[in-house]
């Protein structure tokens, strides 16, 4: 990069415009609200905050609920479960829960566990009927219920590729390397999708019936959770909320997801009334003993690689765990899939907790704003979650400063050295070939890392700062370019 451009009297004269225009836009961007004492001035700030965000974030619908004192005090919906049809989203609207399956499968093991049917800690093959790990160079007799749970057995991550029903799984009709152990067993966290698929096949045989049988009569019904499924009927599927891509692409609402990572169908109001046998922790609901929740709620490992590292400090059986910075502990878990995101949080030593589903691929911003703000109103201390998306927000405004300031400076300098005639375009002039080459390779860099490896997962979390950055790098870029394609005038060879 050409010192001159930047050092120019045009770029020494724009930078503290430059400064004070970033300033304005960073607070622009940062919202801010103020914190209500009583339930009601919270859900009034709800019901304000959540219709601004769905517009904000481009997200159809979204249903919230909380819980106060151990006792669901408030569920509501907001925009629409389908914009074809325009059926507004209630409290009763049924959403994908993806990964929050997890813990209510982990309920359903360690809840067959305790009747004897199942064995947290013996080898997990040796109590399936004939279905086997793939074979690979660890020890597959170590995979345990409990590693499975922990994610800690040693199972890769994987997304694609899963299968959608026990059936599927139990006949061999999937990738038998999603189901090869990839490190030891008990050698630290990998979070495992195929992990949950196993345990599935485990819960289905345990029970001795088909696996949303068994969630029915476990979990789901003693429960209390009427309008939560693991198969979606006809009556729940008119009821429910239809997903949508990042990209607003309509999602069916029997979109067949991996079995056991995720399935299960549910309502705000009903994982609300999960949440309140979480914070039980005397009774468990009357699904588990206090000391079975006390061990699914236990840190078994800390967790390991992103996201999942920045979400939470450890993993507990089915959850993830977070001590708060009070001292207090949370217990959480979200979800995803094609169409839809959502999440819950629970304190069990306080009684607290709050769900929020969305039915777009585009929901994490509104939940992670929606359980900060919840956070606050409780005086719970931030969440893990929140911190680090304040950060990340933080890191990016100034990236997004970096870079454009950058990007300014360039091309204010530049425009005026090629007005003034100091300087022309001259692709292939000889003059600093290394250098020039050099601003190009770096324009590539920055686009393909931006583009290829960064911009994908952050639109995800902060879309709108993803979209900002996005234009300081292709300003930046642009720059590059421009000042590799042109040179200093004394520089460029003439005709005599």
Same mark, same amino acid.
């Given at each position: ?15 503290? !415009?430059?400064?004070?225009?970033? =300033?304005?836009?960073? =607070? ?15 859900t ?19 249903a ?30 049924? !959403?994908?829960? =993806? ?38 160079s660890?020890?597959?007799q ?10 800690? &057995? ?11 029903s ?7 009709? *999937?990738d038998?390397e999603?189901?090869?152990l ?29 696996l ?13 959770? @009427? ?19 990042? @990209?607003?692409?309509?999602v ?7 079995v ?8 705000? *109001?009903?994982?609300?009334? !999960? ?24 840190p ?24 708060l910075?009070n001292?207090?502990?949370a ?44 956070? @606050? ?12 998306? @304040? ?17 300014? *400076? ?35 860099v ?14 995800? !979390? ?7 950055t ?9 720059m590059?370019?421009?000042? &590799? ?12």
């Amino acid at each position: 990069m050409p010192v001159g451009l930047v050092t120019s009297r045009w770029g020494r004269w724009l930078l503290p !415009f430059v400064a004070a225009a970033l =300033g304005v836009v960073a =607070g622009w961007l940062v919202p801010g609200a103020a914190q209500p004492a009583s339930l009601e001035e919270y859900t009034d700030g709800v019901a304000a905050r959540v219709p601004e965000r769905l517009e904000r974030d481009e997200v159809p619908g979204a249903a919230v609920a909380v819980v106060v004192d151990g006792q669901l005090a408030w569920a509501d919906g907001f925009g629409v479960a389908d914009h074809e049809t325009g059926i507004p989203v209630t409290a009763d609207t049924v !959403f994908q829960a =993806g990964s929050i399956s997890k813990s209510l499968i982990a309920w359903a093991t360690v809840a067959l566990a305790e009747e004897g049917s199942v064995d947290l800690d013996a080898p997990v093959e040796a109590q399936l009927d004939g279905w086997q790990l793939s074979e690979s160079s660890y020890p597959t007799q170590q995979v345990t219920p409990r590693r499975l749970l922990a994610h800690t &057995a040693g199972l890769p991550f994987a997304i694609g590729g899963l299968p959608t029903s026990t059936e599927q799984l139990r006949g061999g009709q *999937v990738d038998r390397e999603l189901f090869t152990l990839e490190r030891e067993p008990g050698e630290g966290f990998v979070y495992s999708n195929p992990g949950f698929s196993v345990l599935a096949l485990l819960v289905e045989e345990a029970g001795d019936a088909p696996l949303p049988e068994v969630m029915d009569e476990v979990v789901l019904g003693p429960l209390g959770m @009427d309008d939560s499924t693991f198969a979606l009927d006809a009556s729940l599927a008119e009821r429910a909320a239809t997903g949508h891509t990042a @990209d607003g692409e309509p999602v069916p609402v029997d979109w067949p997801a991996p079995v056991g990572a995720s399935g299960l169908h549910t309502t705000s *109001v009903d994982l609300a009334r !999960f949440v309140e046998a979480t914070v039980d922790v005397d009774a468990g609901g009357g699904v588990l003993a206090a000391e079975a929740l006390a061990e699914l709620h236990r840190p078994h490992v800390d967790t390991a690689g992103v996201p999942h590292a920045l979400m939470a400090d450890a993993s507990g059986l089915g959850h993830f765990v977070e001590t708060l910075p009070n001292g207090e502990r949370a217990v959480a878990h979200a979800g995803e899939e094609e169409g839809w995101v959502g999440g819950y949080v629970a304190v069990p030593a306080t009684g607290d907790g709050i769900v929020v589903l969305t039915n777009s691929r585009r929901g994490y911003p509104l939940l992670i704003d929606e359980a900060a703000t919840w956070a @606050d109103w409780r005086e719970l201390d931030s969440l893990r979650l929140t911190r680090v998306s @304040d950060g990340l927000a933080t890191a990016l405004r100034g990236v997004i400063g970096l870079l454009a300031g950058t990007g300014l *400076v360039l091309l204010v300098a530049l425009a005026s050295d090629l007005i003034n005639g100091r300087r022309r375009l001259a692709p292939w002039a000889p003059a600093r070939r290394v250098a020039r080459l050099a601003q190009l390779a770096a324009a590539g860099v920055l686009v393909a890392t931006w583009w290829g490896v960064l911009a994908p997962p952050l639109a995800t !979390f902060v879309p709108r700062l993803t979209h900002w950055t996005s234009a300081a790098v292709a300003l930046l870029a642009a720059m590059l370019v421009a000042s &590799a394609a042109s040179a200093p005038t004394r520089d460029i060879p003439t005709d005599r």
